[in-house]
């Protein structure tokens, strides 16, 4: 009876499911398209492509980045899409989110063609959510949405996260199901790097917080990392220098009950920017 169950042991540790194909880049999955899940590769701030990829890893389309805007970044790419923003589906269309590094920091949203033409351009500009994608928090929002067949865009006008707030119709429809089948743009960014509930392995809890607001870094936790607090008007309302770490606890009770956006630097470059909202 030993011998069998160490066997029976032996072929479970063993055992595997079929490979079938191996990818010598970092990809993640892409359900936004209208024409079916394929892959990306990872988004790099400084890259002027980006690839996507069919199931077989064969090249699906390439994304072409044009350069940021004079004195900017680009700290994320999200909601890829056939259908959103142009009512065209043999063409990709993408959004690109600017910002200033350093302080005190501007924001701009871009919408691109897959060859890298230009359809939208809001300057200065951000996501009222806060985000380039799906948010977490029990007030949070997406700031893309649909009502009786229409889509729309909402987005803040003045610098950093604040009103007036501008709300856009868009040519095309969202793409994209949840699980229920029901009509969202949650997953309509490029995968695990750049949902904004958690990019990169980055998580902010609890959500609503009251007197300690924890960010846990994830993958992030090598380098040095600058948290910034900004309330509702774009005010700087905290800053933190922290070395590596895995997590970092900040004392918010002492700031005012509100919304907030939490950026979360690495090495310089804008990882995340998330709402937060505070509560007493």
């Known amino acids: 009876m030993a011998g069998l169950l160490g066997l029976l042991a032996s072929g479970i540790a063993n055992a595997q499911f079929p490979l079938v194909n191996t990818s010598p880049n970092t990809i993640h999955t892409l359900h936004s398209l209208g024409s079916g899940t394929r892959y990306i590769d990872n988004f790099n701030s400084s890259a002027q492509q980006r690839t996507i990829y069919n199931l077989d890893l064969s090249v699906h ?3 072409n980045i ?7 970044q680009w700290g994320s790419m999200s909601y ?4 959103l923003f142009d009512t065209d589906p043999s063409t990709i269309e993408f959004v690109m989110s600017a910002y200033t590094p350093g302080g005190p920091s501007s924001f701009a949203v871009y919408i691109y063609r897959e060859d890298g033409t230009l359809v939208f351009v809001q300057n200065p500009g951000s996501f009222v959510s806060g985000g380039g994608g799906g948010v977490i928090g029990i007030n949070a929002f997406s700031p893309i949405y649909a009502v009786d067949g229409q889509a729309y865009m909402l987005l803040f006008t003045n610098n950093v996260f604040g009103p007036p707030t501008r709300i856009y119709a868009l040519p095309g429809m969202l793409p994209c199901t949840d699980c229920m089948g029901n009509l969202s743009p949650s997953g309509i960014g490029t995968g695990a790097d750049e949902g904004f509930g958690a990019p990169n392995g980055i998580h902010i809890f609890p959500n609503p917080a009251n007197e300690v607001l924890t960010v ?3 993958s992030q936790q090598q380098a040095a990392v600058l948290l910034r607090l900004y309330d509702g008007l774009g005010r700087l309302a905290l800053e933190r220098h922290v070395a590596a770490a895995d997590r970092v606890d900040l004392e918010v009770g002492s700031l005012a009950a509100g919304t907030y956006v939490c950026q979360v630097f690495v090495a310089g470059e804008l990882r995340a ?3 937060v ?4």
Do not use: F, K
């Open 80 to 83: 890829i899409t056939e259908a």
């Open 273 to 275: 920017s998330l709402p």
């Open 277 to 280: 909202v505070l509560e007493r």
């Open 216 to 218: 846990t870094l994830g």
């Open 61 to 63: 389309r390439v994304l």
């Open 66 to 72: 044009p350069a940021p805007p004079s004195g900017m």
